[in-house]
């Protein structure tokens, strides 16, 4: 079945930056496009970025433009989020989204991300 393994999260100072890993399984990677999505407390969930399956084509939410940059590796099936400039209003559960159309949608179980001093 589809699997969505993120790892990178963690506590970071403001200003300071991570590196998002998404490890993708269960379908052929290279057909779809991914995203990054996350969730502050109290927030509704919202898209951060996604690329397409080719990684050519590249959208950013607003707030995190010329900051975060997402990139893949269809050979490793992984996606990644580059987040640097990070401020305390990044802070959230950071999740892994595919839309395979008729054959559905998947999320990670999410990591988290804390920008603290």
């Known amino acids: 079945q589809v699997q969505l393994v993120e790892s990178g999260g963690g506590l970071v100072q403001p200003g300071g930056s991570l590196r998002l890993s998404c490890a993708a399984s269960?379908?052929?990677?290279?057909?779809?496009?991914m995203s990054w999505y996350r969730q502050a407390p109290g927030k509704e969930r919202e898209l951060v970025a996604s690329?397409?399956?080719?990684?050519?084509?590249?959208n950013y939410a607003d707030s995190v433009k010329g900051r975060f940059t997402i990139s893949r590796d269809n050979v490793k099936n992984q996606v990644y989020l580059q987040m640097n400039s990070l401020k305390p209003e990044d802070t959230a559960v950071y999740y892994c989204f595919v839309h395979r159309g008729y054959l559905g949608r998947s999320w990670g179980q999410g990591t988290q991300v804390t920008v603290s001093s």
């Open positions: 269960g379908f052929t990677f290279s057909n779809y496009a």
């Open positions: 690329i397409g399956s080719t990684g050519s084509s590249t």
